[in-house]
Each structure stands twice: as structure tokens, then as C-alpha cells.
């Protein structure tokens, strides 16, 4: 089961991915997991992007499709992957489509998980987290059963995420659609991709992407 994740920041595509690993078993591989392998393994795709984005640089597409290339012939993807932060552009879509096509591969479904942006927006800004064991609240929809308490570890120390603020989630958003969204009509015309409804609860949300898998 080869699959891409898409949706903007906030709605729910990690959730969903660990999900889908558990039951597939197969890995999420992330373009920033996978270029911080390769430059800390010094591979020779390793060295070029330490080179390119100690430079301050994007890595080259020919570049990633070598990164993805290599990492989707490692044994813990022999059953799929779940491709997270690439494609961003029809380019890099087209080009990782003719790279799968060489490893008589494909990607098999392409999930959308759509989101009200205004909503998605209050449910970034309102979450926090146990900063003692990492446990997730949020202002609104999951508070601590007593107030100032972890329910995990019962610690009282609570944080949240700096870029987690209105103006910093709104620009994340614009920079979404601007960069990312752009690739869903490509593979919407090839008929391999499946809109989500993201606002559903996160259960209803996995049943629906399951019965499209």
C-alpha cells in the first residue's frame, strides 16, 4: 500500500499516518527525516544536500527523488509507505511518478484531508501539551479531568508550541496553498485521489479513509 498524505498544517495528517502504519504496517517517510539520514549516514546523496542546505538552499527535486528512491528499497518498506511533505509541486509529482514507474511502483490512493480553515485555525491555536511526559489538550475540546493536573503523569508543567499562534498558522496556510495544493488536480484528473473530511472526529476520519483503501 503505497500512499501520499495531503492536507494543510493542523488537520490531522500525522494522527492519521501513525494510524495507518500500526495497520499496514508500513513506514511514514518524511523528506526532512530522510534528508537528515542521509547527511548524518554521508552517503553521497548525503553529502550533496548537507553541501546544498548548509548554503541555505532547496534541495533539488533529482535530488529528493534519489533520497526517496534509495529509502523505498529498504526492507521496512516492502509492504508500502506513506510519503509525507513530497510532492509539493506537479513537477516533483510527475517526476516521482516516472521514478515509482521505473520500480514498477505507483502510488495507490492519494488522501486529501480537507479542513475549514477557520476552525482548523482555533483547534492549532488552542492545543498545549504536558511539557513533563508530552500529553496533548486543548483549550476547548480535551482539558486535564482536574485543572492544572496531567491526567498521564500528574505533572504541572503545561507548554505550548511558539508557531502556534494566529498569524503564524494563517501564513503556514497561505504558504500551503500557494506551494501544495496546486498537485490535487493532477492527481485528481488520474482518478487517485480521496477527499477527506477532516473536521470529523479523528475516528470517523480513519473509518472513512480506510473504507476508500
Known amino acids: 500500500m503505497n500512499l501520499l498524505l495531503l492536507g494543510p498544517p493542523g488537520a490531522g495528517k500525522g494522527t492519521q499516518a501513525q494510524s495507518l502504519m500500526a495497520r ?10 530522510m534528508l537528515r539520514a542521509a547527511v548524518a549516514e554521508g552517503s553521497d546523496l548525503g553529502k550533496q544536500a548537507k553541501v546544498i542546505m548548509e548554503a541555505g538552499e532547496l534541495v533539488p527535486d533529482d535530488l529528493m527523488i534519489g533520497l526517496i528512491s534509495a529509502r523505498i528499497v529498504q526492507a521496512d518498506c516492502a509492504k508500502g509507505f506513506i510519503l509525507d511533505g513530497f510532492p509539493r509541486t506537479t513537477a516533483q509529482a510527475e517526476a516521482l511518478d516516472v521514478m515509482l514507474g521505473e520500480r514498477k511502483l505507483a502510488l495507490d490512493k492519494v488522501i486529501s484531508i480537507v479542513v475549514d480553515e477557520e476552525a482548523l485555525i482555533e ?46 498558522v494563517q501564513s503556514r496556510l497561505k504558504t500551503y496553498h500557494e506551494q501544495t495544493a496546486p498537485i490535487i488536480p493532477y492527481y485528481e484528473s488520474e482518478g487517485r485521489l480521496v477527499a477527506i473530511d477532516g473536521m470529523a472526529e479523528i475516528g470517523s476520519v480513519g473509518d472513512e479513509i480506510l473504507a476508500h483503501l
Request: glycine share 14%; with cysteine; charged share 30%.
Open 123 to 168: 483547534r492549532i491555536i488552542g492545543r498545549y501539551s504536558c511539557a513533563d511526559c508530552g500529553a496533548g489538550y486543548h483549550d476547548q475540546f480535551q482539558q486535564p479531568k482536574s485543572k492544572g493536573v496531567c491526567d498521564q503523569c500528574g505533572g504541572g508543567n503545561f507548554s505550548r508550541r511558539k508557531d502556534d499562534n494566529r498569524e503564524t
Open 24 to 33: 499496514f504496517e508500513i513506514p511514514q517517510l518524511s523528506t526532512g527525516e
